[in-house]
Each structure stands twice: as structure tokens, then as C-alpha cells.
């Protein structure tokens, strides 16, 4: 395959770019960060971690630390953690995180390795930076529809309410824009009983409308001093302007951000809340494409996943169906003509099954659609490329392909349940996961951090700095041994030229760290 021909799709070349000529030596990146600490990057204020930033000096133990609010209101009070008279923790061994409790990011290592990069751990402090009494916490939800939402909202109310005794706790309706348009809502324990079997968001959400000004002139206005963010990557860079503003005013309040998208392609943390939940739900829609191609001659079933710009979705429902036998995602290229080709591997699988499921990830393929369509480049009210619908432009293609080419009429079943997907209630995993994180994002701002994001690293929740999470979008690794699960679990054609191959696999034996 001349490799002229490939057009490097955008996601690919990311792909590529995402395995970095970066040297090894961490020493170098401790250094780096201790000498250009990223923008939220506090200064100690505790002993201990100025204890462990000392020790860094010699074995590049580097923390990313995430601010406190005695950072700019040195004066600030601490108050006992109501905690300690709390019925429910009395009885926990350790209910106290100590200041010098950290989370590594990196876990596989070897003997000589730096110990790299490590997070705040999350959960409650002896001391917190509020009076249960004054507190009065906010609430918003910001960007697209993820399992769980509803979740998090009720357990931020409810942590709020029967571990710290918050009572003051108001719901800004319709993300961003409702802290200057429109009335908030109180939210109690009982006024969020039961949201969590609901999808979608009871606060309602939108894109666009972020006015850092108007917003914490509003937060000042109202006397709210925490606020609690879910969102995306969007709103997450939101969150970072809102806590830099209400650091610059001097004003004592908490600023948390609870990372949120059914893309999960966010950074640093594990895996975003309601992504199993889609994952589970993209089952039913696989099923049924499966189920109606099997049942007819030259059956070809498509189903469009979420997935603006990272395939996850697609890649794990496919790899969990096993009735699919072709995964496309925005990070691998792929191409329908000639050897090697989408066209070549479908006619073999026709003729051997009889029928075929494709499973296509929405943000895959766009440079192939802008090419015969004509290009829209709007975008959303939060500035996000609006995406081609790749979907019916590839059933299109297909069906062309057996009529005119192959002479073979199929039958074609397009599924699209995106929407479908990320408006359902959070199943039991992701109902957890949403309470820890709520717990989590609550411990944190009581004892006073602020400019900080929540989620698990490794499976421990940690307190992130806002800007690691939004400083680049989590995709796929096609050099990782997950994709090569997917390859081998479907047989479908790698579209990497073997030309192409020998690039990546050589990148690959430099062994090089992918960021
Ligand atoms: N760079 C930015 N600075 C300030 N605000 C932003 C920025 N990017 C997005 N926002 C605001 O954050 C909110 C949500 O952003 P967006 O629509 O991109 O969704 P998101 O948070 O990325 O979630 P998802 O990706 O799950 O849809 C919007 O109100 C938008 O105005
Ligand atoms: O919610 P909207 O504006 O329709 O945007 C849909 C987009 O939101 C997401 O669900 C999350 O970003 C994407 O997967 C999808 O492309
Ligand atoms: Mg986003």
C-alpha cells in the first residue's frame, strides 16, 4: 500500500505524537517541576510535604501538589473536623488522611525507576477551614449528559449534610450561565432522595456561557463560599478561571471540580464516572444489530458510539459484546479501498459468517466524510467542533460498495444509540464510584484545598490539580496492549500500512514513555 495514500488521520498523528522522544531520567522532570511548577502548583504550606518536596532532592519523589486557601489567606482559622464526634467514622481504625498521605501515579515500576509524579491523597483532615455553620455551598453542572450526575449531586448534598452538619447547600440550574441568570434552588437530603435513579441532571446543564467575571462576582453577591463543579475538560478549564479569579479577590472560598464525561477522556484519573454504565448499556445496542444480521442473509450491522475524539466507549464495548468484527475510534485511521482495506475485510467476513457487526465511534473517520461533504466547521456553544455524521455516511458507503462493486445486495441495520447511551441512571458500580468521589471532593474543600480536581489514581482518589486534567485529552493507545486485545478479539485489519507499522513499532522498541 503506497503510503502516499493514507492521509495520517488527525487523530492518528496524535496517536504518534502521544509516544513523546521525552528522556527518560525523571530527575530531569522532578527538577523540571520544581523549578516550573504548572500554574496551580502551590507552595508547601504544610511541614510534612515540605519534608517530602526536601526529600525529592534524592529520589525524584516529585508531588503535584493542589492549592490550599491558606495559600492566600494565611490567617485563615482550622476547627476541629466534626468528624471526630461523628457516631458513623468513631469506630474507623484511621479516619484521619495524614498531610503526607500521597498517591503515585505510577505503579509499575522497577527497582531503579524515580518514584515520579504523586497526588495529595483525598478523603477528610483533622482540621477543616470552615464552620459547618457558615458554610454555604453551590452546586453546578456544566457540559453533555453522563450516567451518574444525578448521583454526585445528591452525595455532595448528602456528605455535606450527615458528615459535616452543612445545612446551606443552593443548586445552580442550567450550568455556567444560571450563576447570573437565573434563581438557584435549595438543595436538603429529602429534595435529593431519590435523583439517583434518575438520568440526566436535576440541575440541568449547558454549553457556552462561561463569564468568569459575572460568575464570582455572583459567588461574592450570594456569600457562597464553596463550589462544586462536574463537568468535562470544558468545564474544568472553567473551574481553573473561577478558583484563579477567587485567589486573586482574596475571597475564602473553595473551588472543587468533579471531572465528568461519558467520552472518558480525561486525564490522569482512571476512568470518569458513568463510563461503565455506557459501556454496559452499548451492549443492548450491539446485541440488537447482531441479533437482526444474523437472522438475514448478508446481514451488516452498524452501530454509532459516543466518542468525539477518543474511542473508548467503542473499544470496550466491543471488546466486552464479542459479536463484533470491526471497532473504528477517532485514533486509528482507516481506509475502505484496496489491500488491507474496510471493503476487502468485509467482503472476506461476509463470506465467511454471513453477516457482520461494525461498531464506529462518532468522532472516527471525519476526515473521510469532510472529503465528500461539504465541510460544516461549526461548533458548539463551547466551542467544540461540531463533528460530521460519520454514521449514515458509512452505511451509504458500504451498501455502495456490495451493489455497484460487489453485485451482492445486503442488508443493512444502522443503529445509532448515542443518546440513548449517556441519559440512563448510573448502574451499581458507577453509583459507588459517585459516592466516593462526592465523599472525596467534600473532604477536600471542608479542609480548606481549593483549584482542585477528584478521581481515582490507581484506584486511590486523589486531589489533582486542575490544570493536569485539562492539559490534554486521554485517547487510545494503539501502540497499547488493550487495542491490541480489541485487533485480536475482532481480526480486523490493523489499516497500519506495513510500511506505517515499522514507524510505530519502532518508536515502540525505544521504548518511550507515551504521556
Ligand atoms: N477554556 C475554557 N474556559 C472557560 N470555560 C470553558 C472553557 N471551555 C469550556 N468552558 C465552559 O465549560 C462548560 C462546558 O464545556 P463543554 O461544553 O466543552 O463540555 P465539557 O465540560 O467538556 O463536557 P463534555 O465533554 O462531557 O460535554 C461550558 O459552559 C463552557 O462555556
Ligand atoms: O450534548 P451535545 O451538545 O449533543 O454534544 C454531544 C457530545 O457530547 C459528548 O457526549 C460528550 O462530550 C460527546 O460524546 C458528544 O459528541
Ligand atoms: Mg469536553
Known amino acids: 500500500m503506497d503510503l502516499s495514500t493514507i492521509s495520517l488521520s488527525s487523530s492518528l498523528s496524535s496517536s504518534l505524537n502521544q509516544l513523546s522522544l521525552r528522556p527518560k531520567p525523571a530527575s530531569l522532570f522532578g527538577i523540571f517541576l520544581r523549578n516550573n511548577p504548572p500554574p496551580l502548583f502551590s507552595r508547601p504550606n504544610h511541614r510534612p510535604i515540605a519534608a517530602a518536596l526536601q526529600q525529592s532532592q534524592n529520589d525524584d519523589f516529585v508531588l503535584e501538589d493542589v492549592p490550599h486557601l491558606t495559600n492566600f489567606l494565611p490567617n485563615l482559622p482550622s476547627y476541629p473536623n466534626p468528624l471526630h464526634s461523628s ?16 498517591v503515585a501515579q505510577n505503579i509499575v515500576i522497577r527497582k531503579d525507576n524515580p518514584r515520579g509524579v504523586h497526588f495529595r491523597r483525598a478523603g477528610p483532615r483533622e482540621k477543616v477551614y470552615f464552620k459547618p455553620e457558615e458554610v454555604r455551598a453551590c452546586i453546578v453542572t456544566c457540559g453533555g449528559l453522563c450516567p451518574g450526575i444525578n448521583t454526585v449531586i445528591r452525595e455532595i448534598v448528602c456528605g455535606l449534610n450527615n458528615m459535616y452538619g452543612v445545612e446551606d447547600i443552593l443548586g445552580i440550574e442550567e450550568g455556567y450561565r444560571g450563576f447570573y441568570s437565573k434563581n438557584t434552588v435549595r438543595l436538603t437530603p429529602k429534595v435529593v432522595n431519590d435523583i439517583h435513579k434518575r438520568g440526566g441532571t436535576l440541575l440541568r446543564t449547558s454549553r457556552g456561557g462561561h463569564d468568569t467575571q459575572k460568575i464570582v462576582d455572583n459567588i461574592a453577591d450570594r456569600g457562597i463560599n464553596q463550589v462544586y463543579i462536574i463537568g468535562g475538560d470544558g468545564t ?5 478561571r473561577i478558583y484563579e479569579e477567587v485567589e486573586k479577590r482574596g475571597l475564602h472560598v473553595a473551588v472543587a471540580g468533579i471531572p465528568k464525561t461519558i467520552d ?10 458513568g463510563f461503565d454504565t455506557a459501556v454496559e448499556e452499548a451492549q443492548r445496542a450491539i446485541n440488537a444489530a447482531h441479533v437482526e444480521v444474523e437472522s438475514v442473509e448478508n446481514g451488516v450491522g452498524i452501530v454509532k458510539l459516543m466518542g468525539r475524539y477518543s474511542g473508548f466507549i467503542a473499544m470496550f464495548a466491543t471488546l466486552a459484546s464479542r459479536d463484533v468484527d470491526c471497532c473504528l475510534i477517532p485514533e486509528s485511521p482507516f481506509y475502505l479501498e484496496g489491500r488491507g482495506g474496510l471493503y476487502e475485510f468485509l467482503d472476506q467476513r461476509l463470506k465467511e459468517n454471513g453477516h457482520l457487526v461494525i461498531v464506529i465511534a462518532e468522532g472516527a473517520g471525519q476526515e473521510y466524510v469532510a472529503a465528500e461533504v461539504p465541510a460544516v466547521n ?43 447511551i449517556r441519559a440512563i441512571p448510573s448502574n451499581a458500580a458507577d453509583n459507588i464510584y459517585c459516592t466516593l468521589l462526592a465523599h472525596s471532593v467534600v473532604h477536600g474543600a471542608m479542609a480548606g484545598y481549593t483549584g482542585f480536581t477528584v478521581g481515582p489514581v490507581n484506584s486511590r482518589h486523589a486531589y489533582i490539580p486542575i490544570s493536569r486534567v485539562t492539559e490534554k485529552q486521554k485517547t487510545v493507545e494503539l501502540t497499547g496492549r488493550m487495542w491490541a486485545r480489541l485487533l485480536a478479539s475482532t481480526n480486523q485489519p490493523s489499516f497500519i500500512s506495513s510500511d506505517l507499522e515499522g514507524v510505530v513499532q519502532g518508536i515502540d522498541s525505544l521504548n518511550i514513555t507515551s504521556i
Open 87 to 102: 457516631q458513623a467514622y468513631s469506630i474507623v481504625k484511621n479516619t484521619f488522611v495524614s498531610q503526607e498521605d500521597v
Open 236 to 240: 474544568q478549564r472553567g473551574a481553573a
Open 264 to 273: 472518558n477522556d480525561i486525564a490522569v484519573i482512571d476512568k470518569s464516572f
Open 378 to 420: 461549526q461548533k458548539d456553544a463551547s466551542g467544540n467542533k461540531l463533528l460530521l455524521d460519520v454514521g449514515p455516511w458509512l452505511s451509504d458507503k458500504i451498501k455502495d460498495h456490495f451493489t455497484k462493486a460487489q453485485k451482492m445486495p445486503i442488508n443493512m441495520k444502522y443503529i445509532d444509540p448515542t443518546y440513548m
